[in-house]
């Protein structure tokens, strides 16, 4: 059953079931209507990402490393020259009032899995009250996608910008606990007014990326863009308000791989600017640099978002995956532990560099744009001596990414924010913009720096960190929660281990990196007495086998703090044959969260198994993901 629309466009909308109604508040007349003409759109998207999976596909048959853009080429759809872009021959904006000072970002939902709306608000609640410069609520990596939980965002968002009455009542409970753990944990309350701070932060939204399609929502009989969904329904619902409070309307982009990428992006959001009679530009986006491929071309995609674009954002998790990803053909790149993995890592340490310099770079009118640096995972829970041990090294993480030109930096928790923000309040400055840094050159050193691996470990304990998170996070997925407190199942009990949040690309690397060991050939670097292997021992499909099957048995054992009980008949075993299959395969799955993505609602196990069976051959045999959702296909014939 779903919700039938014919629309002056001549697009077919479809919503699933009754949502439309259920959902009539963010699902309104003039959303709907915005939809429908942004589908026009819906097409290219889908050829954008045929074009990835080809691009790929030629890399891995041809053993082809990523390149830089030839200067004189165009980008494509952009009429934009590459090297104009490069030399900052475009027009960007001046930095909006409220992103001048984003010391502090965090990062989160609005919406909880199963949860009422009431419960919802919460989420936001402790968002806008954090003392968070600005916070990026989450539509993509951190929010589930259980049920209706991508409608229960938009429509908790909606109500705590509008200052509903149930936000306010549910806004001024939540200062009062904010305060009680301040109390105990500084010694002193963080709120003073608590509708005066409901002002503070800036508010921001990431969309689901170019990659993902929408659950419940069609167009013309075919799936839609997750991406056009939330621009658009966030946007509608939301501009009026925002630009009345004198308020910027911001997003965050994730997954971009290209500058013709990024020039769809700004063509969609100029499309939407001009159907409610905004001036090109209102939106304003900060881009994810999760993507390595988008490394090659920083100057050309901020160009490709002209007065859209105010600044980057260098997330670790992501990036590491893509690196991985698209190294997959070369036998010789084996990433160490993933604990190894930190911003001054060999390849990390270059990509950072790039994307500095590239927002130091001024564009035609002198305008510099914002660097905001990478996440801050910890969570100040757990004994006494685990806290202070997180702290320093959060805040020592802070402290360097200050000095190399930062802006600002993100945080996985609203009780990280007194205690990050005042490395900025220290230093006094709003940001770096303009700070000297030399140009971005173009050269083969430059490209080869890119995937720069340096000596660490690769250990067995390695290898168990990264199965228990990645078995965990596929769990916590099934639930509806794609941002989970998790750690490795040897420390559950261990106080002075920290719980770390973790989000959807976490999950992403830990299989990449298994898959490398195990079909590249990894040596481990160490002993390890409990398995016995030696150092310089393979990492093989049989130590593999093994280790699966230790580190499940522990999550089937744990209590239910770490496991929920319920879980491990229902999504825990779905999770672990969604890993076997991805790190055994020697065809490298594009995307971990395709194969969850069709297991949402799903707690079957042998339905599972032919939905991953049927993903891999769909990809294997005809080059193709399956992204929609398999419970509400239409009927054959319909």
């Known amino acids: ?26 699902c309104t007349p003039e959303a709907l209507t915005a939809l429908t003409f942004l589908a026009q759109f819906n097409d290219e998207q889908k050829r954008l990402m045929n074009e990835r999976i080809q691009r790929r596909a030629l890399r891995i048959n041809e053993g082809r490393p990523i390149t830089f853009l030839e200067p004189d080429s165009e980008i494509k759809g952009t009429g934009l020259r590459v090297q104009d872009a490069r030399d900052g021959k475009f027009a960007g904006p001046v930095i909006p009032r409220d992103l001048q000072r984003q010391w502090l970002q965090g990062t989160g939902p609005a919406a909880r899995p199963n949860s009422p709306v009431r419960v919802n608000l919460r ?59 301040a109390h105990e944990f500084f010694g002193r309350e963080i709120i003073s007014d608590w509708l005066k701070q409901l002002d503070f932060t800036t508010k921001i939204f990431r969309a689901r990326g170019l990659h993902l399609d929408d659950r419940h929502i069609r167009i013309d009989g075919k799936s839609l863009s997750a991406s056009i969904v939330d621009l658009t329904l966030y946007i509608v619902n ?53 993507q390595l491929e988008a490394t090659f071309q920083l100057m050309e995609i901020r160009a490709a978002l002209g007065l859209h674009f105010v600044g980057f954002n260098t997330g ?19 990433n160490p532990n993933i604990e190894s993995i930190v911003m001054t890592y060999g390849y990390m340490r270059k990509y950072e560099d790039r994307v500095r310099r590239a927002v130091n770079t001024p564009d035609a009118n002198g305008n510099f744009a914002l660097w905001q640096g990478g996440m801050e995972p910890n969570i100040p ?18 402290i360097r990414e200050q000095q190399e030109g930062a802006s600002g930096k ?13 490395v900025w309040e220290e230093i006094g400055e709003n940001n770096q913009l303009s700070r000297t840094f030399p140009p971005l050159t173009y050269t083969a050193a430059d490209a080869a720096g890119l995937t720069l691996l340096e000596p660490a470990p690769r250990t067995v304990r390695g290898a168990r960190n990264l199965l228990s998170v990645a078995l965990q996070y596929g769990n916590a997925f099934g639930q509806g929660l794609q941002a989970a407190a998790l750690k490795p199942a040897d420390f559950f009990g261990d106080d002075d281990i920290l719980y770390l949040m ?30 016995g292997l030696k150092a310089g021992d393979v990492f093989s499909s049989r130590i593999f086998a093994r280790l699966l099957d230790e580190e499940y ?5 744990a209590g239910n703090r770490d496991v929920y009980e319920d879980s491990k008949k229902t999504t825990l075993p779905i999770a672990r044959a969604i890993v076997e299959t991805y790190v055994r395969d020697p065809v490298k799955a594009p995307w971990y969260i395709d194969l969850l993505n069709i297991n949402l609602n799903n707690s079957d196990l042998e339905t599972a198994k032919q939905r991953i069976v049927q993903y891999m051959e769909a990809f294997k045999n005809q080059g193709i993901r399956i992204t929609e959702n398999l419970d509400t296909l239409p009927a054959a014939g319909q």
């Open 1 to 26: 059953m779903s919700t039938t629309a014919t629309t002056a466009q001549g697009f077919q909308l479809q919503i699933r079931g009754t949502l439309a109604q259920d959902y009539s508040d963010v």
């Open 123 to 181: 989420n936001v609640a402790y968002a806008l009250l954090s003392g968070a410069d600005g916070w990026m609520f989450d539509g993509e990596d951190a929010l589930g996608q259980i049920t209706t939980m991508s409608l229960d965002n938009l429509r908790s968002l909606k109500l705590a910008i509008a200052r509903d009455p149930l936000f306010l009542e549910v806004a001024e409970q939540v200062a009062r606990e904010m305060n009680a753990w």
């Open 238 to 290: 939301n501009y009026k308000i925002l630009l009345h409070a004198g308020s910027s309307i911001v997003l965050y982009l994730p997954k971009i791989q290209t500058a013709e990428e990024a020039g769809f992006w700004n063509r969609m959001m100029t499309a939407l600017e001009r159907h409610l009679g905004l001036a090109e530009g209102t939106i304003k986006v900060y881009v994810l640099v999760e």
């Open 316 to 334: 670790r998790w992501d990036y590491i995956n893509s690196v991985s990803d698209a190294n997959c053909w070369d036998t010789d790149f084996i």
């Open 381 to 398: 829970v757990g004994s006494a001596q685990g806290v202070a041990g997180s702290m320093k090294k959060a805040r020592a993480g802070a």
């Open 410 to 422: 993100w945080i996985a928790h609203w009780k990280m924010v007194h205690i990050i923000r005042p």
């Open 502 to 531: 973790e989000d959807m690309a976490t999950g992403e690397i830990r299989l990449s990196i298994l898959w490398e060991w195990m079909h590249k050939g990894a040596a481990l670097t160490e002993d390890d007495p409990e398995t």
């Open 553 to 557: 048995a522990k999550l089937l054992v």
